[in-house]
């Protein structure tokens, strides 16, 4: 597993492909960028401040993006007499390339009162607290407007 730094510099952003952008509010303040290499997705955040601005980044393995998909479409929304997950199973865990990703649902994705999911790569450290693991959340709005879609570019089924 390869260490990168944050995507926010022409130099790192070199060996990687914008996906898509979205602002996630009308100020403009907070803004989401996707991005991909050969081998992993990258979702970069980035919230402007009066005084400074916060970014983050979550880095998943490029081959966990099905796995993702696949939870997501055929586990947690579909009912389980469907063939989806158990109702009382919240969360499930793999491990790709030797990195443990966990996709979880969440009842405040973001946002209060908007569901949507909690997605952790445990194995590599937050760029904000090298004590917490990479994560990131998205609504289940997003997820069908922007997540699948770019899943789809990427030629993920």
Known sequence: ?????????????????????????????KEVRYYCNADLVVIYEITRGKIRNTEYQTELPLAAAAWIKDRILNGFWKLPSEGGLPKDQHQCIVTFDSEEIIIGRSMNAGRHGKPGFKIVNKSRKSHIL????????????????????????????
């Open 1 to 29: 597993m390869k260490k990168i730094a944050l995507l926010n510099n022409a130099s790192t952003i070199a060996s990687f492909n914008m996906l898509d952008s979205e602002l996630l509010d009308e100020a403009g303040t």
């Open 130 to 157: 090298a004590s917490w693991p990479q994560e990131f959340q998205i609504t289940d709005e997003r997820v069908e407007k922007v997540l699948l879609p770019l899943f789809d570019q990427l030629g993920v089924s």
